[in-house]
């Protein structure tokens, strides 16, 4: 979701009534090392998806999902400041970033989801902390909900995990962005997804920062799902019913939360059922942080993570697919 309500105005590919878009083919573009300094993976699973992820150092894991408009590159920092300690693991959900989506893809967040599943199943990945923003924490928590022996904790901020209504002003927001005013303006000028991340961080990023968390949303099929995501905040609802019936089941896990108090997409009563589904849980407000808090407050994160999470010896890294 983006952050900044206030976009509504300015504003999938579609509505719940129109058809999903399009399944993208994959794309490729050279990512500056300095930038991001991983090696990246990709990896065909049951699904037939083919996904690209990121798999950096040892110890306990840490599973990064990111939100839309963006993909695994949004984690840059967290990933170096903290794979001297963990295993940290970060995807791109089909369709966004260096992923492919197979053929009849629907891009749901269920099926977002399911992926996520697949390749926590693929890497043999246990004892997993969660670390999720914005739609990563509706898709990360149906996976948990589904397999909670798989995840040992969570980490989480700018995210929801429950239906919307309709007068709601997220719900609103569904309304306009994720029609065909949203849709409009994100697939004629990658509207949504620029103005998403330009108004959704405190600080000013580089310029070329910015261009490679867009160069995915390029494409006109890409542009599409990133337009059809804000629709799914409220046609969605049976999945959003299933996630949030799944919150039983993990609230005896230890909890992160993050809040931006400058994201006035996530009012403080959304942490308050985050902190009701998790009892044991310590919250860090964020105040000089919006939408995208990981960019305005990574410092932060970092200790506050380290903190939260035991760093200790685990076992080797298991790789699969190419590397580059």
Known sequence: ILGAIELVGVAGALSSERAAPRGPRGMA??????????????????????????????????LFLHGNPAWSFQWRELIHGLRGSYRCVALDYPGFGLSEAPAGFGFTPGEESRVVEELVD????????????????????????????????????????????ASTPRGKFSRIVGGPIGEFAQVNFNGFAALGIDNGIVREL?????????????????????????????????????????????????????????????????????????????TIELPDADHF????????????????????????????????
């Open 29 to 62: 573009f050279e990512i500056p090392r300095a930038m991001f300094d991983v090696d990246h993976r990709f990896v065909e699973l049951p699904s037939g998806a083919r996904v690209h992820y990121v798999d950096e150092g040892q110890g306990e894991t840490l």
């Open 122 to 165: 693929r890497l043999g990945l246990r004892d997993v902390t969660l670390v999720m923003q914005d739609w990563g924490g509706p898709i990360g928590l149906g996976f948990a909900g589904r397999r909670p022996e798989l995840v040992r904790r969570v980490i989480l901020g700018s995210t929801w995990a429950w239906p919307t209504s």
């Open 206 to 282: 580089p310029a070329e920062v910015t261009d490679v968390y867009l160069r995915p949303f390029l494409p006109l099929d890409r542009r599409g799902i990133a337009a059809f995501y804000p629709g799914q905040i409220t046609a969605a609802t049976e999945y959003f019913a299933e996630v949030e019936a799944g919150l039983p089941r993990l609230a005896d896990r230890k909890a992160l939360i993050f809040w931006a108090l400058k994201d006035v997409g996530f009012p403080r009563s959304d942490l308050a059922r985050f902190e009701a589904a998790f009892p044991d849980h310590k």
């Open 293 to 324: 808090f990981f960019e305005d407050a990574a410092e932060v994160m970092i200790a506050e993570i380290r903190a939260f999470v035991p760093a200790g010896p685990a076992g080797p890294t298991t790789a699969l697919g190419d590397a580059r």
